[in-house]
């Protein structure tokens, strides 16, 4: 699939990205002459933060061009995405140069904030194609995209839009009445407005207000967002009485509502002065970095808790193995006389530490992945441990042999040392490519979860176990194995 970027700015870099890491071929138009280098930065933000949201390896990266002109960028794309500067004017000219040498059928979305369909729609040869998609900073890991048609906008578009978006790991949230600002824009610029009133008055400093943010309603509004969070803010008795208690505070002088503050020099002045205090000693791209690992590290958070984004993260990974073959069961190994792949994954952003490589318990993370892996060829599953019977590990001895960071694919590879009645020796090596990075050893005792004792597997766990033994038996001891902490390596 191809994807056309008119605009590569702050989000057609971002869109880019998103294209291109789900393996999407990505072709780009941008007249600045610094696009290539300023996109090249976004893509290994991306590249570092992107794919450990997957516990799956995303597909191969798809190829990246840059072209003269809109006629040659768009040609073969299947979606063209519009990022060109918030100007009405800008935008009717670039979409009439688009459909001027575009495949009809292609999905084209606008990134506009605040533009509705039927306005960018004017004066186009084919409006049916043209839809806002309205992503968020950064597009390459916020799933979010407002999606909104006119009345003119094929449904065909629409339906055809949300399913690539879904495919991308993102969320299309489809707007389905159009208004300036679609919904979420209405949102922030209510609050953008307050704070701005906030500066001017003297009440805060920049840095005072996104404190009020960061420790308190901003980590909330991740997870539950506005409704849901007041629905437990009125106790037992829920809505009603959160708003039988609040309601009558809106007819407060709380808020200066659509009143906007004057951008006069001194009132710029003065906000770009206190972020200059508050947030000038990283650069930009130091603000990118801290901001991707942040926003990694929650999403992983939600992930674990199967909620909102978190959730939406398990259902893009469902798809992606899908696309993978998954052998089920030993009997479906390719070939179970070598180390069988056990492990292939991103190294997740909130995975390295401050020696800016993978931290030592994520090793430990990796192999038990592996492990589980193993468990389940062998028929030990979530069934078979619902069961009664599972493995419990009894000893580990992981050892570092080089560096793994942030975004580098890893693969673990494992081998059977021992698998006889309750007891299996496993030894798994961690590669980036051919590189290996560490091993680990591993003794675990099959147990019955009742008495929680050592017990013999069920026939179908020891028929598997000793059908790779029996394949494996031939292979060389790895080196490393039974090795004690302070040997010679
Ligand atoms: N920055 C943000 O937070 C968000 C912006 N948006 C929307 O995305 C769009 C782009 O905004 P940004 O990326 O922030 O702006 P930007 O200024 O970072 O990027 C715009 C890019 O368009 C290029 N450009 C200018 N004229 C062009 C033309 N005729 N053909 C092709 N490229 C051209 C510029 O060289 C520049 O690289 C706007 O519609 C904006 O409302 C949407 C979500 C968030
Ligand atoms: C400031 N903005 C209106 C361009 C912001 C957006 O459109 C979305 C975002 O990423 O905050």
Request: proline letters at 5%.
């Amino acid at each position: 699939m191809k994807a056309a970027i008119i605009g590569g700015g702050v989000i057609g870099g971002g869109w880019a990205a998103r294209f291109l890491l789900n393996g999407w071929d990505v072709r780009i138009f941008d007249p600045d002459p610094q696009a290539q280098r300023k996109i090249g930065e976004v893509l290994d933000n991306a590249r570092r933060s992107l794919p450990g949201l997957s516990d799956v390896p995303l597909p191969e990266e798809g190829r990246l061009s840059y072209h003269d002109t809109i006629k040659e960028a768009v040609q073969g794309a299947d979606w063209i995405q519009e990022s060109v500067p918030e100007r009405l004017d800008v935008k009717h000219k670039v979409f009439a140069a688009l459909q001027a040498a575009c495949d009809p059928r292609a999905v084209i979305g606008s990134s506009t904030s605040g533009f509705k369909p039927s306005e960018l729609q004017q004066g186009a040869v084919r409006p049916e194609q043209i839809l806002v998609t309205h992503p968020f900073n950064p597009v390459y890991l916020l799933p979010l995209v407002e999606l909104v048609g006119s009345a003119a906008t094929s449904l065909d578009v629409i339906a055809r839009a949300c399913q690539i978006l879904r495919e991308l790991g993102m969320f299309p949230l489809h707007v389905k009445r159009e208004i300036e600002a679609h919904i979420a824009d209405r949102l922030l610029e209510v609050v953008w407005r307050e704070a701005l009133w906030l500066v001017k008055d003297g009440i805060a400093t920049t840095e005072e207000i996104d404190n009020a943010i960061r420790y308190g309603f901003g980590i909330r509004w991740a997870q539950m967002g506005l409704f849901e969070t007041y629905r437990i803010a009125g106790g037992e008795a829920g809505m009603k009485h959160f708003m039988a208690q609040f309601g009558p505070t809106l007819q407060l002088p709380w808020c200066k509502l659509t009143d906007v503050p004057e951008f006069t020099e001194d009132l710029v002045d003065l906000i770009a002065g206190q972020s200059d205090a508050q947030s000038g000693a990283h650069s930009i791209r130091e603000l990118e970095r801290i901001r991707d690992a942040n926003l990694v590290g929650m999403m992983r958070a939600l992930k674990q808790q199967n909620w909102g984004a978190g959730a939406l993260l398990h259902a893009h990974d469902a798809q992606l193995r899908a696309g993978t073959v998954l052998e089920k069961r030993v009997a479906d190994l390719p070939d179970p006389g070598q180390p069988i792949l056990t492990l292939s994954r991103a190294v997740p952003l909130d995975w390295t530490d401050y020696n800016g490589h993978m931290t030592e318990s994520r090793y430990l993370d990796a192999f038990t992945s592996a492990t589980d892996r193993f468990m389940e060829l062998l028929g030990c599953d979530a069934d078979y441990i619902a069961a009664g019977g599972s493995y419990f590990t009894v000893e580990t001895h992981i050892c570092h042999l080089d560096e793994a960071k942030a975004g580098a694919h890893i693969t673990v590879r494992t081998q059977l040392l021992l698998g006889e009645g309750k007891k299996l020796h496993l030894f798994h090596s961690m590669y980036e490519g051919d590189r290996l990075l560490a091993t680990g050893e591993h003794f675990l005792l099959h147990v019955d979860l009742e008495t929680r004792r050592p017990s013999a597997p069920g026939l179908q766990v020891a028929m598997a176990l000793d059908r790779i033994a029996r394949a494996q038996a031939a292979l060389p001891r790895p080196k490393g194995a039974g090795r004690a902490i302070g040997d010679p390596r």
